[in-house]
């Protein structure tokens, strides 16, 4: 699913409040460079809405940019989260198929 | 571990609940002492609202306040399970959105039953506070009274009858910006939404700053949030008590297919929440919000979801309101803005005046650190240094009096809430036309006087209503306006507070009262009494003018009732009429009871302290002014006046010493509205002096209402001057024949 040129971003397992700035710095720094990246939310545990908000203007960010954002891995708990505050489909994952992306991304 | 963890998907009102029952049985009664005091400011809402009603106003804004008030009772009763109060505010919530919705009348015998209703939510109230008893039988009787009112349901005259069945909610959800930091994490809110029924989110990121300008521990989304197979209004109501005040606003969702001629109606109805929440103050600061919610009430996909009307007859179930959005927390402002806060059992208290507190108390040990210090170093300026932390202690000490003073202080409006609803219901009652006014209801006096105040002001308002104000025909005959004016007037003066009752009714029957006061013997025949003595008869006990006795007055009780409740606060009432153009009482109260001002006095060897407030004048006694009546009482002439001499030392048995009457003074103070001298050795100076009860610490005294502490350690008594009069008479009030002129020695 990924292009193996592009620079990915792993998301870590706390992507919540006490995270938030951590994640805000991580993300900030991967804004700076130019072309596709790859998000890698494999890994994420715990999502509360300043995590979700985090990926949502992370990708608004990418798109006023121009540039693609490709993920690799989804947890559940992401997904969850994700599509329940309405968010999947601003981060190019539709609400039907985000879910059999989790499948084969698993 | 998982985002949302399934032990979270239950209505959050119920997660507190058992947090609530797990929490310390102290801490609970606590909250719930909280809830109360805050039900009590919702019920004076309410009743002040149902009346501004029954004066003919509809304001929407103010049928929704008294709205949000039952559902801030129904709610936090929901989360004590307090069962029986949330069936019954759920039955007066459901009245009061048909009334909102303009689906039931605001006639008169709906109001008495709102009122009625509220008297009883009231009384439910008090007795879960009390742990007493509740009034099953009138909650029962009032509930069928509701029920068949809600059956009678009709519209007002512009709107169509219909009930709308919700089909599905709109709800718009914008967090605080801080949401997340107390830990209110609105991804909880909207999964506990999800688990009442099919939920549709739309993010609205309007006020997401650019991920440069981001600060990641705020919160910028909203949400829009179409439910759709919620169970009922009560549920979603459930989870959304505990989001922050005013984040939320719902609707349900306007049927479709509506029948043609109902169509404009509902627009006007969506197009009436607009404009409503246009006129939010909280929403006008947000202008942003506003539109994404008008946006969403036009969406065309939610108008293909749209059902049909449910066209059968209105009848119990809730229907939750569709055309105004629900503020949280409203009520809760608008009681701060009122500035209002609890009578009895707590008073809240600002933060910002604790922590003054708090600061001033650390000020007090540094000082105290430094006297200690002081005292235990030896050195040449010890002295200097001690007065000067004396001086800084004394300074001190005076700004934490003034800080705790202050804090006991409330408006005296609090004393006045039960007013407007007396004067309401005796009109209907005695068929009285009667426009209250209150004047100077921000005026601040301490909580113990507020308290002791309100009852002999109900009876004084009573009084005038059932005695003052005439009848309509009767005013129209007398060349007065039919509606009669009654007015209360609080005003600070000093140390003191003024509080007039006054009314433009018939006035005192003065030749009647003194007839009366003859008939009974408590004035003798041949006495010459001015017209203030006269009038100041209506005070003395079994004296009534009116000839048949009501269960409201003219039983001959209630006005001497007044007057001591007022001596009891350390204060005087006093009444002034002019016949035909009404009367005036009028109440002196000391701003606090904890701190008074007094003249401290010396009889024989011991000190006391004769309050302020009651004392007229201290002169050097002129023996030829005393005189002794056949009765041994003694007298001295003041003017034109004979007044009773006291000897307090007497009456105290005192071991009295041989004593020049020219050298003794006369302090002639005021026993409740008649003059009395107290015979005093000496007169030491003026002082503030901290009032200690003697009740609470000993037992209580006739004629000594308290003690205080002098500077040098020893105790002053404060005397009471009404129950020295009392002491001095046997524990018979004076008689008026004591007024009797007699003559000079």
Known sequence: MSEASSPTLVLPAAMDVANARKV??????????????????????????????????????????????????????????????????????????????QGEDR | ????????????????????????????????SVFFDESEDGLAVIEAGLLELSRGSRDPELINGIFRAVHSIKGGGGTFGMTVLVEFSHRLETLLDRIRAKEHAIDAPTLDLLLRAVDALGALLQAKRARSALDHTTLEQLSEELNASLVRSAPVADLPAIAIKPDSWLIHYAPDF???????????????????????????????????????????????????????????????????????TIRTKPPAQKPID?????????????????????????????????????????????????????????????????????????????????????????????????NLVGELVIIHSMLSDISQSPSKNREDRLRAGLGELGRNTLILQESVMRMRMLPIQFALTRLPRLVHDLSIRLKKRIRLEILGETTELDKIVMEGISDPLLHLVRNAIDHGVESPAERLAAGKPEEGLLRIQADQQGGYILIRVTDDGRGIDEAHLLEKAVAAGLVDPMATLNRAQIQDLVFHPGLSTREEVSDLSGRGVGLDVVRRNVRELGGNVRVESEPGRGTRFEIRLPLTLAIIEGKLVRIEDQKYVIPLAVTVETLRIEKERLSRVASGHEFYRLGTEMIPVLRVYELFGLPSTKRDLDNLLLTVVDAGGRQVGLLVDELLGHQQVVVKSLEA??????????????????????????????LAFKGQPPRVKYLVQEPSA
């Open chain 2, 178 to 248: 801080w949401a997340l930091e107390t830990r209110n994490d609105p991804l909880i809110f909207l999964a506990e939404l999800q688990r009442l029924g099919h939920l549709e989110v739309t993010l609205e990121a309007s006020r997401l700053p650019s991920f440069a300008e981001l600060n990641p521990i705020e919160i910028y989304l909203a949400w829009d949030i179409v439910l759709t197979e919620a169970p009922d209004e009560e549920a979603i109501q459930d989870v959304l008590a505990w989001v922050e005040d005013g984040s939320v």
């Open chain 2, 697 to 726: 610490n000993y037992k209580p005294i006739l004629g000594i209402s308290g003690a205080t502490i002098l500077g040098n350690g020893r105790v002053a008594l404060i005397l009471d001057v009404a129950g020295i009069v009392d």
């Open chain 1, 24 to 101: 805000y710095t991580l993300m900030q720094s991967h804004l700076s460079g130019a072309g596709d990246l790859e998000l890698d939310g494999e890994a994420v545990e715990r999502m509360d809405a300043a995590g979700v908000q985090l990926v949502y203007a992370f990708c608004r960010e990418l798109r006023s940019q121009k540039r693609s954002l490709l993920w690799r891995g989804l947890s559940e708990p992401l997904l969850k989260a994700l599509a329940l505050s309405g968010v999947q489909e601003a981060c190019g994952l539709p609400a039907q198929e985000a879910l059999e992306a």
């Open chain 2, 262 to 358: 109902a169509q404009d109606t509902q627009d006007a109805h969506l197009e009436d929440a607009r404009l409503e929440q246009n006129t939010h103050p909280e929403q006008d600061a947000q202008p942003e919000r506003q539109d994404v919610r008008l946006e969403q009430n036009t969406r065309p996909e939610h108008e293909a979801q749209e059902k049909p009307f449910d066209t059968r007859p209105s009848g119990l179930p809730p229907l939750p309101d569709e055309r105004v959005p629900i503020q949280l927390g409203v009520l809760k402002k608008s009681v701060e803005a009122l500035g209002r806060s609890r009578v009895d059992g707590s008073i809240r208290v600002a933060t910002s005046r604790i922590d003054d507190l708090v």
């Open chain 2, 1 to 32: 571990m998982v985002c949302l963890p399934k032990k979270r998907l239950r209505p959050k009102a119920k997660i507190v609940r058992d947090r609530l029952m797990a929490l310390d049985p102290a801490l609970q009664d606590q909250l719930q």
